[in-house]
């Protein structure tokens, strides 16, 4: 008996947040003199990456607060969004930089 693998490639890239799943029906047929065939049912999941970055509302934020302010006034909120599906998209905040003296805190939630 002599076998025949047939394998399935992707001609195209394939994006979770466009499309989650596919359901192809296969056919192998013989050659015969009456082809006999079967089919089958192929159900395909596209596995969500993590390949969106997460973007804020702007690129540069440039608030200000007075001198004198007492702790815990508040001087920006970042807003965020991830095209990613869930749990990709869910987005914390911290500050990386800058704050050697931690005059200043964000709330890794909320971005405030």
């Excluded at 969106?52 to 702790?71: K, R």
């Amino acid at each position: 008996m002599e076998i025949h693998i047939g394998i399935i490639k992707t001609l195209a890239v394939l994006d979770a947040e466009t499309k989650t799943h596919y359901w192809l029906t296969v056919f192998a047929q013989d050659r015969g003199v009456i082809p006999l065939f079967s089919s089958v049912e192929i159900y395909i999941e596209v596995v969500n990456e993590n390949d969106n970055l997460p973007l804020s509302e702007q690129p540069v934020y440039y608030p200000s607060v007075l001198e004198d302010s007492p702790a815990g006034t508040r001087v920006l909120q970042i807003r965020s969004s991830d095209r990613d599906r869930d749990p990709n998209q869910r987005i914390s905040y911290r500050i990386a930089s800058g704050n050697p003296e931690g005059f200043f805190a964000i709330d890794s939630q909320t971005g405030n």
